[in-house]
């Protein structure tokens, strides 16, 4: 047996490609089952992953490590609540029951939020419909118990928890009134029998997925979601996946930082693509291209052709403005937000910010040995800056530094466990 064979095993399997979370980090779940099954021989252990569809299971859960927590990003669920209650989905579920699917839902604090949202837009129960979807037994128990400890409590605004839980020692217990309006499933989206059906859903969460995928497997997935989407849905991905979808010539649907797209039916046929932007998280996916011909991250399972994403103009704001120098980066102007990043430096001073997003733009250039320094300054002024940690920790993961890496997750896992975090 080789780590390569466990790899295609996983990738064949859930989708899964190791070079996204690093082969260490499967080598390091391998080496958890191994033990777990008093298992010292590979061959043996290989003969039984094939042989035990319980073992696969148990690798898929060593592998997926849950990392959620209720209303992340609250731009996206600001977003949810602006669609379905000003107007953009209102003539489509007039008649309708609104259905919603959240894939992978994890432990279940996504699908909960989403439903916490919902409820605060004024819809009863009985108007809509959340199905979520995970390829974890472990996640999805731990989501329908509906207990949390501090940890799925991160957000700055925590008022929802007083509404929508009770406290029971150190842990929260959601109301049942929330816990009933979601429905957990097992499932794989890339598995032949996976809700079978086409134009289902009005509004999909699918974040933070596409990016543990190859493109071959990204085109897959993609292709199920537009299956399942009705024509005038929205689908709400994370920040690093927006290439993914515009190279599938989905449509931005112009919602501030919470990367949101119509698919492609939904364009009038009058009407021209709309050129939209690349967010930041999706420029660190990939190298910076010189002109606006590149629309989506390099590989060799890319089409011959695909269509061209024309850059905004440079936004015109002070130069030392934080919205500015974001907005620059996000836009794909990376050589301009370094200069004006550089720029807020002199005339500020160095801030966990500013290192953190020089890095990131350093990163989205393809240059992550600039881009480690500057996360580590950013950590310096700023111990607990929980992105800034993030990316270095899959930096340092991904250029075989394994020690460092794991010191990072170690880092991660004490400050999320912080009380209010």
Same mark, same amino acid.
């Given at each position: 047996?080789?780590?390569?064979?466990?790899?295609?095993?996983?990738?064949?399997?859930m989708g899964l490609d190791a070079a996204s979370i690093g $082969? =260490? %980090? +499967?080598?390091? #779940?391998?080496?958890? !089952?191994?033990?777990?099954? &008093?298992?010292?021989?590979?061959?043996?252990?290989?003969?039984?992953?094939?042989?035990?569809?319980?073992?696969?299971?148990?690798?898929?859960?060593?592998?997926?490590?849950?990392?959620?927590?209720?209303?992340?990003?609250?731009?996206?669920?600001?977003?949810?609540?602006?669609?379905?209650?000003?107007?953009?989905?209102?003539?489509?579920?007039?008649?309708?029951?609104?259905?919603?699917?959240?894939?992978?839902?994890?432990?279940?604090?996504?699908?909960?939020?989403?439903?916490?949202?919902?409820?605060?837009?004024?819809?009863?129960?009985?108007?809509?419909?959340?199905?979520?979807?995970?390829?974890?037994?472990?996640?999805?128990?731990?989501? $329908? =118990? %509906? +207990?949390?400890? #501090?940890?799925?409590? !991160?957000?700055?605004?925590? &008022?929802f928890r007083q509404t929508h839980f009770e406290q029971v020692?150190?842990?929260?217990?959601?109301?049942?009134?929330?816990?009933?309006?979601?429905?957990?499933?097992?499932?794989?989206?890339?598995?032949?029998?996976?809700?079978?059906?086409?134009?289902?859903?009005?509004?999909?969460?699918?974040?933070?997925?596409?990016?543990?995928?190859?493109?071959?497997?990204?085109?897959?997935?993609?292709?199920?979601?537009?299956?399942?989407?009705?024509?005038?849905?929205?689908?709400?991905?994370?920040?690093?996946?927006?290439?993914?979808?515009?190279?599938?010539?989905?449509?931005?649907?112009?919602?501030?930082?919470?990367?949101?797209?119509?698919?492609?039916? =939904?364009?009038?046929?009058?009407?021209?693509?709309?050129?939209?932007?690349?967010?930041?998280?999706?420029?660190?996916?990939?190298?910076?291209?010189?002109?606006?011909?590149?629309?989506?991250?390099?590989?060799?399972?890319?089409?011959?052709?695909?269509?061209?994403?024309?850059?905004?103009?440079?936004?015109?704001?002070?130069?030392?403005?934080?919205?500015?120098?974001?907005?620059?980066?996000?836009?794909?102007?990376?050589?301009?937000?370094?200069?004006?990043?550089?720029?807020?430096?002199?005339?500020?001073?160095?801030?966990?910010?500013?290192?953190?997003?020089?890095?990131?733009?350093?990163?989205?250039?393809?240059?992550?040995?600039?881009?480690?320094?500057?996360?580590?300054?950013?950590?310096?002024?700023?111990?607990?800056?929980?992105?800034?940690?993030?990316?270095?920790?899959?930096?340092?993961?991904?250029?075989?530094?394994?020690?460092?890496?794991?010191?990072?997750?170690?880092?991660?896992?004490?400050?999320?466990?912080?009380?209010?975090?």
């Open positions: 047996m080789t780590l390569e064979a466990i790899e295609q095993l996983l990738k064949d399997t $082969r =260490s %980090a +499967v080598a390091r #779940a391998t080496q958890e !089952r191994m033990s777990a099954s &008093g298992l010292s021989d590979h061959q043996v252990y290989w003969a039984q992953l094939n042989a035990s569809a319980h073992e696969l299971q148990e690798l898929i859960e060593a592998v997926v490590v849950p990392e959620t927590w209720f209303f992340r990003d609250k731009e996206v669920y600001r977003a949810l609540a602006s669609v379905v209650r000003d107007g953009h989905l209102q003539n489509a579920i007039q008649c309708d029951t609104l259905r919603l699917l959240s894939l992978p839902c994890s432990t279940g604090e996504e699908p909960y939020s989403i439903a916490m949202t919902l409820l605060e837009c004024g819809f009863p129960l009985d108007r809509f419909v959340i199905d979520a979807v995970d390829i974890s037994t472990r996640s999805l128990a731990l989501a $329908r =118990s %509906a +207990v949390y400890g #501090a940890n799925s409590f !991160r957000s700055g605004d925590l &008022g020692g150190t842990f929260w217990h959601l109301h049942d009134r929330i816990r009933q309006a979601v429905r957990f499933q097992l499932g794989n989206v890339l598995g032949s029998d996976f809700f079978p059906g086409e134009a289902i859903y009005h509004v999909i969460f699918c974040r933070n997925l596409l990016i543990y995928f190859d493109r071959a497997t990204q085109e897959a997935c993609i292709k199920v979601l537009l299956r399942l989407l009705k024509p005038e849905g929205y689908l709400f991905i994370g920040p690093a996946e927006s290439g993914v979808l515009l190279s599938h010539r989905f449509i931005s649907a112009k919602i501030a930082n919470a990367f949101v797209f119509r698919p492609p039916s =939904s364009m009038p046929a009058a009407k021209a693509p709309v050129a939209v932007s690349k967010s930041m998280d999706d420029l660190v996916r990939q190298r910076a291209a010189p002109a606006a011909t590149r629309p989506s991250i390099p590989s060799r399972h890319a089409p011959a052709t695909r269509p061209t994403i024309e850059r905004q103009p440079a936004v015109s704001m002070p130069p030392d403005s934080r919205d500015a120098i974001t907005r620059l980066a996000d836009q794909g102007h990376l050589d301009e937000a370094s200069k004006a990043c550089e720029a807020h430096i002199q005339a500020h001073g160095l801030s966990a910010w500013t290192c953190h997003l020089m890095g990131l733009i350093r990163q989205a250039a393809g240059n992550a040995r600039d881009a480690i320094p500057y996360f580590r300054k950013a950590l310096y002024l700023d111990p607990n800056h929980y992105e800034a940690m993030t990316h270095l920790a899959l930096l340092l993961e991904k250029q075989g530094d394994a020690t460092g890496a794991q010191a990072m997750q170690r880092r991660l896992k004490r400050l999320t466990r912080q009380p209010g975090r």
